[in-house]
């Protein structure tokens, strides 16, 4: 009856496959104006979308039968568990490559829920999908141009190298010199995704439905919301150019005792279009490359505080916020003016790459975020409660929602001790081990959150592996600034929602007494570090 069971379950996964390839197939023939695009696409969807049934139906199966009839908490369940753990996320990884483009975005989504998903897809995910990705041919680099600028690379550039420096899910980047002689980074859309972007949405959301409709507890439905919000807006360069304009504006107006610290290519923007993007060249060490930092004079300390006070003006002060900063969009080089620290070592600029994916956060939601990290870096379990159950986690899920936001267990979020939010080597396995039991409440949790949130955790799990990367491990300097520049941000948003002087004068003494709590947790820390050094 089991294997009865299972062989129905994929069964139908390959039926409702079937029907959906050949009805869309017809329908998009019929309804295309351009027919030869239109054919094009009848060709590849319908393959794509057999080749998702498959590996869905296979992962299914693998499942459910490796572990049929395994006692629960038992050893040899738990060993089979990871042996097909690892087998289905090597599945997944394949299928991703082989369909590339929305599939390796999708890989690299799943490479970073670290609290949800089991750790051998988020190893094998993360490993290969912001390394591995696949090049287009210089002919499709040239159809590309044809299309766009009406003319060959050679004809729009001095020099154009046709081989890539660097390609991604959407993109790869060529390096170029313009006719006036300057070094240009030129960023050429796959020619693929323009057939089908549309399609392989529609194919991946079919997907997770019926997973979802076959197991209810299997709910990423989210997931591929997030992506059909997200990707129209990545796959127009023209907005990306756009939103790296407006972020450098952001920090001259808003944040001017940083300015000079962060830094954007600047558009040639006679050279760009919605597929075609070409930027001004930037040499520098990638954030993660400590010894390349330390080569280039600069400290990997002062370059991870940077990190840490850049993204947290974004997200407490702006409200326009970078959401894709994984190491390979992080630059870091000496500042141009040459200025140095007290230490004599050259201060860091970190130059931003890949604008593609900025989030708005609202004034209350800009707020709300803010007093909930503010509440987190001072154990404050009342306003972690209120603040999250305004962003959307419910009265139920807050303390859930609290440990997905710091990857801490309730206990430690709410500890007094300094370095309650710095996450220790044993918390990993703890981590996943609450995903595990807590699987069907994570999975609403972030149902119901709206998607900037969900974004804001995607952009805390970039922040948290570079700055583990720059330090070998979690600081207590990235609490401080974020402890810091939360509460700056609530002050000025309370000040500009009131206009008695009365008011002001608390908010002011409100925001003295926090800055007397952060001044007294650094000086407890700068105490612990010398009994420590002491011992």
């Not at 087998?87 to 394949?94: D, F, G, I, V, Y």
């Not at 820390?525 to 050094?533: G, P, S, T």
């Amino acid at each position: 009856m089991a294997t009865r069971s299972l062989w129905r379950t994929r069964a139908k996964l390959t039926v409702a496959a079937t029907a959906l390839c050949t009805g869309g197939a017809a329908a998009a023939v019929a309804t295309s104006d351009d027919p030869a695009s239109a054919a094009k696409l009848c060709t590849t969807v319908p393959l794509r979308l057999l080749r998702d049934s498959a590996t869905a139906a296979s992962i299914v199966f693998d499942y459910q039968y490796s572990l049929w009839g395994l006692p629960e908490g038992s050893n040899e369940r738990a060993k089979i568990k990871h042996e097909v753990h690892l087998r289905s996320a090597q599945k997944l990884q394949e299928l991703c490559f082989r369909n590339g483009g929305i599939y390796i975005k999708l890989g690299q989504h799943i490479g970073q829920l670290e609290y949800l998903v089991p750790q051998e897809y988020v190893i094998t995910m993360r490993e290969s999908m912001l390394n591995k990705c696949p090049v287009s041919s210089y002919d499709q680099v040239c159809e590309v141009f044809k299309k766009e600028l009406g003319q060959m690379p050679d004809k729009v550039f001095d020099e154009f190298d046709p081989e890539p420096i660097a390609s991604a899910s959407l993109a790869q980047v060529h390096v170029a010199r313009t006719r006036d002689g300057q070094k240009v980074a030129v960023k050429v859309q796959h020619t693929h995704l323009t057939d089908t972007a549309a399609a392989d949405q529609a194919t991946v959301e079919f997907l997770v439905n019926t997973l979802h409709w076959l197991f209810p507890s299997f709910d990423y439905r989210w997931l591929v919301a997030e992506i059909q919000e997200s990707l129209p807006k990545e796959l127009d360069f023209l907005i990306e150019a756009k939103n790296s304009v407006k972020c450098l504006e952001n920090f001259r107006k808003l944040s001017p005792h940083i300015a000079d610290c962060v830094y954007a290519p600047e558009v040639h923007w006679s050279l760009s279009t919605s597929k075609l993007l070409t930027m001004e060249f930037m040499d520098g060490a990638q954030v993660n490359d400590v010894i390349t930092i330390r080569r280039l004079g600069m400290q990997p300390s002062e370059v991870s505080r940077l990190v840490s006070q850049t993204f947290a003006e974004m997200m407490f002060k702006h409200g326009f916020v970078h959401c894709d900063p994984h190491a390979a969009n992080l630059l870091v080089r000496p500042l141009p003016s040459g200025k140095r620290n007290i230490f004599g070592k050259k201060k860091p600029q970190l130059i931003l790459l890949d604008h593609g994916l900025y989030k708005e956060l609202d004034f209350s939601t800009r707020f709300n975020y803010a007093s909930l990290w503010r509440a987190l870096v001072f154990s404050d379990a009342n306003g972690i409660k209120e603040h999250s159950v305004k962003l959307g986690a419910g009265e139920d899920l807050y303390v859930l929602f609290a440990g997905i936001v710091t990857m801490r267990p309730w206990n430690r979020v709410i500890d007094p001790a300094v370095d309650h939010l710095v996450i220790k080597d044993t918390d990993s396995s703890e981590l996943q081990m609450y995903a595990s039991q807590y699987f069907p409440q994570i999975s609403e949790l972030l149902r119901r959150l709206p998607h900037v949130i969900l974004l804001m955790l995607k952009t805390n799990d970039c922040l948290r592996a570079v700055n583990n990367s720059l330090l070998q491990g979690s600081s207590l300097d990235t609490f401080f600034i974020i402890g810091k520049v939360s509460s700056e941000a609530v002050v000025e948003a309370k000040m500009t929602q009131t206009k008695s002087l009365f008011s002001r004068i608390n908010i002011w003494l409100e925001e003295f007494l926090f800055e007397a709590r952060l001044l007294a947790l650094q000086i407890a820390l700068w105490l612990l570090q010398v009994r420590k050094a002491l011992t």
